[in-house]
């Protein structure tokens, strides 16, 4: 099977918006509107991590921090979420708009964690967002 990209239906956006609103929750209430800022989301995110408060088996958790993680990747490249189809599942994805490359931050967290590894958010921000602009800049890559 081919790769399908499309958009996300009514359940895609409520299933991401459950796992975005997990992470943000973790806001003081007063303090939610800090998430909407890149710095607020990447503060949230290290707390997060570094206090421990998701285990290894936490998946559903830690891919809410991957949702978190792309948005942070929306806001600093202008990029846009969609679903993508094939042979292993249908995953949401973030692109650029206009072109075929895509990367997958939802999984970006978990996996790292699953392996027993150290996150750091902003040097796993900084990677995406180098690999990203590498893809950008390639004449090859529509």
């Known amino acids: 099977m081919d790769q399908k990209i499309e958009g996300f239906t009514a359940a895609d956006t409520a299933d991401i918006e459950k796992q975005r609103s997990w992470v943000r929750d973790h806001c003081e209430a007063e303090a939610r509107d800090n998430y909407e800022t890149l710095q607020g989301k990447?503060?949230?995110?290290?707390?997060?991590?570094?206090s421990g408060w998701v285990g290894?088996?936490?998946?559903?958790?830690?891919?809410?921090?991957?949702?978190?993680?792309?948005?942070?990747?929306?806001q600093l490249l202008e990029l846009e979420w969609v679903m993508v189809e094939d042979d292993q599942g249908r995953d949401p994805a973030l692109r650029v708009p206009g072109t075929s490359i895509l990367v997958f931050p939802k999984t970006a967290i978990s996996k790292r964690i699953e392996r027993g590894e150290r996150v750091d958010v902003k040097d796993l921000l900084r990677t995406f967002a180098q690999h990203v602009e590498n893809l950008r800049d390639d004449p090859k890559v529509t």
């Open 42 to 50: 990447y503060e949230l995110l290290e707390t997060i991590l570094s």
């Open 56 to 74: 290894p088996q936490e998946t559903w958790k830690l891919q809410s921090l991957g949702v978190t993680f792309g948005d942070m990747l929306v």
